[in-house]
């Protein structure tokens, strides 16, 4: 398998979820003036280096109204790079393809410097597959570029066994009372559903557990090689996509999705040792 040819697979999701994103960032960007919940006066209160640090001027610039906007617009431009490579694939496009990841990689970490509120996986998982992919399609060898991919695919198996770990030791996601209460939420959740959940405690019992047992087992799934991968990545898929449609969370089917050519070139690694 080619890390270039693996790495724009990666990129194809990515830059679909960057440009999901972006756009919501500018849909909502009455949000990001001095009266809507992400105002820069008053989301600087929370870090003293915006305030009155040396760098406080130049923060401000780039962070208020509507200078901010720029960051969105910087990664839809970015995005249409990487989109336009993974489609095209043509070997003129890899070095372009790595600056524009690198490009969103940093617009992404200014935006969660300052907005650093409301945060989620998917968003710190978006930044390991920008870091990832600016390398893999950079530097040059394909040793560093197979670890870069490597790299990325670790993080995910490492997302989902902590987060696997965290609902194993609470007594209230072995219950079942966890998705019950989440579903039971106007924001992330539908409460008709959250109600039947309560009235049906097996049913919530047993979602909760096949979240633990999937985010649990997809680090012992891996060392089956391909297959293994292929069973994490089908989990996964149902898993996200079920997680945008019902708890809003867009991003998370694009980002973690990114992460899956680099995860089955890991399982070929993996493979290849066993035989």
């Not at 710190?124 to 597959?129: A, E, G, N, P, R």
């Not at 198996?157 to 007594?171: D, N």
């Not at 991003?251 to 070929?268: K, R």
Request: net charge positive.
């Amino acid at each position: 398998m080619d890390p270039h040819d693996v790495a724009l697979w990666c990129a194809l999701p990515f830059a679909i979820g960057v440009t999901v994103d972006a756009l919501e960032l500018l849909a909502e960007r009455s949000q990001l003036g001095d009266g809507g919940l992400y105002g820069y006066s008053a989301l600087a209160t929370g870090r003293p280096s915006l305030v009155s640090g040396p760098l406080a001027p130049s923060f401000a610039r780039v962070f208020r109204y509507p200078h901010v906007l720029g960051l969105g617009i910087a990664q839809l431009i970015a995005a249409a790079v990487l989109f336009t490579a993974a489609i095209i694939r043509s070997p003129e496009l890899i070095v372009p393809a790595g600056f524009a990841a690198i490009v969103i990689l940093g617009a992404r970490m200014l935006l969660y410097f300052r907005n650093c509120l409301g945060l989620d996986g998917g968003d710190q998982m978006m930044l390991v597959v920008a870091s990832g992919l600016a390398v893999a399609l950079l530097i040059p060898g394909r040793v560093a570029q197979t670890i870069a991919l490597d790299y990325i695919a670790a993080q995910l198996l490492l997302s989902y066994a902590i987060a696997g770990a965290a609902k194993a030791i609470s007594p209230v996601w072995r219950s079942g009372s966890a998705i019950i209460g989440i579903m039971s939420t106007i924001n992330f959740g539908v409460p008709r559903f959250g109600g039947f959940l309560r009235d049906h405690p097996r049913l919530a019992r047993a979602l909760c557990w096949s979240v633990i047992v999937c985010e649990c087992g997809a680090a012992i799934a891996i060392l089956a090689g391909t297959p293994g991968a292929i069973a994490i990545i089908t989990a996964g898929v149902l898993f996200h996509i079920t997680v945008a449609l019902v708890m809003g969370l867009n991003l998370f089917p694009w980002s973690f999705g990114a992460t899956y050519p680099a995860l089955l070139l890991l399982a070929h690694s993996i493979g290849t040792l066993w035989r």
